[in-house]
């Protein structure tokens, strides 16, 4: 039987890695469903704010990868203009776009759909988190003009991809009247909990994500500038300067830090180097303003690495039981509290709150399950 053919427009791939999440939901997504469609990735030949630094492969070509799928390289003007014509020339039965409201991913919903009515293409939009509460207030305007405009000229229903119920609840809100697909996001396979030594009151917090308001950098250096705790705390930042502007309110901001909290910013950190940045830390400190996801999330625990995030993900609190603490952004109190547990445990008590963190992460996710909503998303 001839495989579905898949093509995905999405703005980064690997081996780029400083786009973070949506390049790892893409990979994984063609690790677990390569057996069964044949899957095409058109992306840009460059990462994530870097632009100069342009991949050493071939562009404009389908090349092989290793995790079974083909991939087509463009620089930014051809993929801004030539991807839906790359796209089309391989006759997809499936459309798959990567983001709602990236430029390439605007201009190829109004085209696409305008094909449509001449063709059985499917077309799926993958928003990967953009209809959360918190995303949605950055750059508003601009956002809003452009929902505006899909509202007026989108004259039929389309296709959504969300990783939750609340993720469907978000672009329902918005945009009414769609087809909505839940298909849970698919995490990288747990290898195993990693080996940490943890001392009384002596802690190292670890924020690994891009720099950028909705991750929320700023409100972990104030919660740390105006918290007191005993002991010692290191605090590690690691991520790329999406926008440098809050980068330097956040640079500011470290400097009135307490003697006793060790601030480091260590920078870009690829896919494959996370176990041994893993290892170093005790737990996340990861108060995003929304996550469908949150690969990292998932990836921490399944290191063993108990989580303190907000409540804008839909990671369930359960505290010591699974490793996951939760609070509301408004509830400074609340992640004092949490914190000031954390922070005191010993070796013993910390392993013993390491091993429910990775048992919950092989718990939580259910492969076969997932597969079928993607067969079920993907039916023409």
């Not at 391989?90 to 919903?109: E, G, K, M, R, W």
């Not at 000229?153 to 809100?173: G, M, P, V, W, Y």
């Not at 013993?348 to 079920?376: C, M, P």
Request: hydrophobic content about 35%; proline content about 3%; some cysteine.
């Amino acid at each position: 039987m001839k495989k579905k053919k898949v093509c995905i427009i999405t703005g980064f791939y690997k081996p780029g890695y400083l786009a973070g999440g949506p390049i790892q939901s893409i990979y994984n997504l063609s690790n677990l469903l390569n057996q069964d469609f044949d899957i095409h990735i058109i992306t840009q030949n460059f990462d994530l704010g870097a632009e100069k630094e342009v991949y050493n492969v071939e562009t404009n070509v389908w090349i092989s990868r290793d995790e079974g799928v083909r991939v087509m390289y463009l620089n930014k003007r051809d993929f801004l203009f030539q991807s839906r014509k790359k796209c089309l020339e391989i006759q997809p039965d499936v459309i798959y776009l990567n983001s709602f409201f990236a430029t390439t991913s605007i201009l190829s919903i109004f085209y696409f759909n305008y094909l449509k009515r001449k063709n059985k293409i499917k077309l799926i939009i993958a928003p990967r988190g953009e209809f959360d509460p918190g995303a949605l207030k950055i750059k508003k305007l601009k956002k809003s003009i452009y929902i505006l405009f899909f509202k007026i000229f989108s004259l039929r229903k389309n296709n959504f991809h969300a990783t939750t119920a609340l993720e469907k609840q978000n672009i329902d809100t918005v945009l009414k009247n769609n087809n909505i697909y839940i298909a849970e996001n698919i995490p990288k396979k747990a290898l195993g909990s990693i080996e940490r030594v943890k001392e009384k009151y002596k802690t190292t917090l670890l924020f690994y994500s891009r720099i950028s308001p909705k991750k929320n950098l700023k409100f972990c250096i104030d919660f740390l500038v105006n918290n007191k705790f005993s002991g010692e705390i290191s605090f590690l930042v690691a991520g790329p300067k999406e926008d440098f502007n809050y980068w330097n309110k956040c640079e500011r901001e470290v400097k009135n830090l307490p003697e006793n909290i060790n601030f480091e910013y260590i920078g870009s950190v690829k896919h494959d180097e996370i176990d041994s940045l893993f290892k170093k830390c005790h737990y996340l400190f990861f108060p995003t303003l929304g996550e469908n996801f949150g690969h990292v999330i998932y990836e921490a625990l399944a290191s063993g690495m108990p989580i303190l995030i907000s409540d804008k993900t839909p990671w369930e609190n359960k505290g010591f039981q699974n490793g996951v603490f939760t609070n509301s952004l408004t509830d400074v109190n609340g992640f004092k509290n949490h914190l000031e547990k954390l922070h005191s445990l010993n070796d013993e008590e910390y392993k013993k709150l390491s091993e429910n963190s990775f048992s919950y992460s092989k718990q939580v996710i259910d492969l076969k399950k997932i597969k079928q909503q993607y067969y079920k998303m993907l039916e023409i």
